[in-house]
Structures are given as C-alpha cells and as structure tokens.
C-alpha cells in the first residue's frame, strides 16, 4: 500500500472509451466548447493509468498522437510495458511516478490530460499534486477529463464502504484480495439477515447484489481502501477552476440536454437554473447521481448553445458502432429512450454513409441535404440512441493490429474471460471472449481452417486456459479437444464468410481487413 492505496493488487484491466480524444472534442463542441486537432499531433496524457490499457489501445488507433500514462504502482507500468514492446508501439511512454514525480517530470504541453477512477480514491495532498499537473502541463485550449464517486448516489453507499474498510482492517495478514472477500462476506451477512441499515435501506441491499458480480479486484479497490471520498459536482467544479479550467459537459452524451436529464415535471426547474453549475446539482439530485465523468476546458467559461452549428462537430469523424440491421429505431427501455421512427430515413442513409467508412459531419451533411442545423441535431439524436459515436479523423489503417495479438496472448496467459481488441476504423475497443479473439486472430494468420483449429487448441492447452461447453441445461463443463477443434473450425469458416454478420462487424470496426 502507498499512501493508503492498495498495491499487492493489480487493477482490472480495462477500456474506456471516454478517455479517447474524439469523444473528448465531440463533448467539447456540443457544449460550445473549442476541441484541438486530431489531424496533426496531438499529446494526450493518463493519471493513475492502471494496466495501461486505454492508452496502449488508443496510441494504436491514433498512430499521430503522442501518448504519456503514469502510475505509481510498478507493477501496473511492468504490465504495460511488456503490452507496449509486445505491441510495437513507440508513440506511448509509461512512467512509473507518483503525481508528485510527474510535476518533476520533463513532459510535454498536452491537449489532454485524462483521469479515471482517481480522483476520490487519493488522499487530499494527491488531489491536489492532480490540479497542479493539469495547470501546468495542460495547453490553453486543452481538455482535462476526471471522473469520481458523486452525491447524492453515494450517501446510502458510503456505510457499506465504511463497514467493509473497517472490517478489512481488523483482519490479520496483509492479503487485500483475501480481505476484499471477507469484507463483502461480512456485509452480505448483515443484509441477508435483515440488519437495520440494509433494512431501512433496501436499495443498500441490492447494491451488494450487484458488486457480488465484479472482478474482487475491483471490490478491493473501490471498498477496502482508506480513500473514497464522493464529491458533489460543486466540489469539484472549484477545483477545477482553480486550476484555470471551465466545466465543459458530461462524457455521457444524454446528461448534456435538459430534455433528457428527467422526466417532464421537471423540464421548469431545470430550465430556470440560473447557472450550469447549479443545472448539473439540480440533474444529480434527480438523477441520484453516484458516478461523475466531467470534462472540463483551459478555456473561458461559455454558454452551452441552444443548436450546435454542423461545421462546430468537423473537429471528429463518426462511425457505426454496429451493424445497421442491428440498430433499432425505437427505444422504450432503459435510461435513455428515444423514437427515431419519423426520421426513419434520414437515419438509413447515415447508416448507409457510415457502413463504408467514417466520415465528416460534413460529408453526412451532402449525403443527407437539407438544412446544416438538421443534420447536426439528427449526428446528436444518433450519438445519444448509440447508433454512431465520434472517431479519429485520421485512423490507423484497418485490420488485425499487434497490439491485439498481444491482447490475445496475455489473455490466455493470465486465463481472462474476454479482452478488448482494437477496432482501428473506430478508435474504440470491441471485447471479445479470450477463445473468440483467438479465433479472429487465426483469420488474419492462417488461411486454412485446420490449421488455425490446431493453433488455437495448442495455445489454449499449453497455457491451461479453461475452455468450456455449455449445455442445453446451462450447465458448463470442460471441453474435448475434439470440441475445440470443431468449434474454432467452424466460427474461423463463418468469419472468412463475407455474409457472416459477426465478419460484417468486424470488418466495419476495422477489427479485421
């Protein structure tokens, strides 16, 4: 452990698709913001960047950028070191530094510094070696993301967090895995059998449930470090202003538009909110916001605009984030709800544009004609139902990457169910199950069936990774190598199909070539 923070365990290793520049600059410019350039270089950096996993992804599909990531945790930056020289990557740099370290640290002006699943977890001192990195080594104009443990949504969580912290401490040993799940077992107990708290607080109860499903890894993390802390928005907004920054939207595309941000009883408050600040504190109490990704500028604080100009959004391109047959019009389910129905065939022919290639807002202007204010509210409407979302405008030529190779390989080794692989048309990530990514990664080596079938199994055996059979009762137990066999030959045939719609996909995002 370092300065209370925990590190006998590695952190889970992760995508996160906010972090990457093109959603950074599509954030900024829907709220009136400036985004820097992604023709040209750029310089993005990382704090407190785990396994190193989002910024090996995005140096790969960002082959123009230069890509700085730090943790204090060695072990972390041995991980993604060994990714990177696996890899071949040489525009990402790793350093193995505390946020102290990294203000004495020769580094470059960035156009992006990004933090996730930091900021509440560092005690005081490190919060604020955190701003005074963003005032010195962000550009003006610059992009700073940070994300945190928000009020009110961690009011009924924060005793759970608080009985489990304690209850690991009170245990022998220095094993925070082993602790990690004494903890969650000590606070199931309390819920199962109708403890006051999770009594008078039934939402309390479920929240376990939920955490029950997470890697422990993570559990050890988030609840048995000394370091917590959930933060109102305010909070953090004067922190960020006083490292010379203006908050500049929510990464979650949907939390930037009243309309959105609840039902419609409250549209009059919201819209009566005399600040921005004071509209995001109105959002989190309706909301019961618990988790924040807030994006903020090194640019003088601006009006969100009432319609964003088309040519404001030429700062990304926007891809597919699946296949069109696949993407419904109608959503009646979940946070987000829309009906694109009436809009049916204007949102056919992006699809259409899209299914080639990304492109332009502009250039889904010309294929869409009509007003420019119409196709930049339609890119929105798209962005929000998560039919497409905002790329790299300069992308790293499609197919298999070795990066993904070295996904695959590390997935195997260290018996990962799924991974992330690179999807180079998109600048994002598409995961896979460890045994399917290997199958992909046999389509871009073998051109024979058998031969990528006996590749696969051979790997799979050498490296002990448990592959499985389900049966029709759900049941899974291990499969033959006759199994494997049969399985790899016939999902590497259905990917060298063209009609396949998993090859379709694939090939969209740029997975394959």
Sequence with gaps: MDAGYLT????????????????????????????PSLDGGFAWCELGC?????GLLLAAAYPGGEFH?????????????????????????????NFAQMLDTPLPQFDYIVLHGVYSWVPVAARGEIREIIRRKLKAGGLAMVSYNAMPGWAYLQPIRRMMNAYAASLPGGDSIEKAKQAFAYADFLARNGAGYFSAVPAAAQHLRNISKQDVRYVAHEYITPYGDPFYFPEVEQD??????????????????????????????????????????????????????????????????????????????????????????????????????????????????LAKAPASASEIHRALGGAPEQTSFLIQQLVVA???????????????????SAMVEAGIRE???RIPLAALQTGSASYSEVVQAAVIESVARFRDSGEAARSVLRRMREQGHPVNRHTSAGEARPATDAEVVEYVTAAWRGLNDAANPDAKLLRMLGVLN
């Design 386 to 404: 998560k039919h497409i979302a905002p790329c790299p405008t300069v992308r790293a030529s499609a197919g298999w990457s070795a990066f993904n």
């Design 50 to 54: 785990g396994k190193g996993i989002t």
């Design 240 to 353: 960020m202003r006083d490292a010379g920054l203006s908050f500049a939207g929510s990464m979650a595309p949907e939390d930037n538009y009243i309309e959105l941000m609840g039902s419609p009883k409250f549209r009059k408050l919201l819209e009566s909110a005399p600040t921005r600040s004071m509209l995001e504190s109105h959002r989190d109490v309706i909301a019961n916001t618990a988790f924040r990704r807030d994006l903020f500028a090194a640019q003088e604080a601006c009006a969100q605009p009432r319609k964003v100009a088309l040519d404001r959004l030429d700062k990304v391109a926007f891809c597919l984030v699946n296949l069109p047959e696949r993407l419904p019009l109608k959503s009646e389910r979940g946070a987000v709800q829309f009906n694109l129905e009436q809009q049916k065939n204007s949102v056919r022919i992006v699809h259409e544009v």
């Design 415 to 417: 018996k990962l169910p």
């Design 69 to 97: 990531a730090c943790d204090f945790n060695s072990a972390h930056i041995d991980y993604a070191e060994r990714l990177r020289k696996a890899s071949g990557l040489e525009n990402i740099t790793f350093h193995a530094k």
């Design 8 to 35: 006998d365990v590695e952190y889970t290793g992760e995508f996160f698709d906010h972090l990457a520049p093109a959603w950074l600059n599509y954030i900024a410019a829907i709220n009136g913001y400036e985004a």
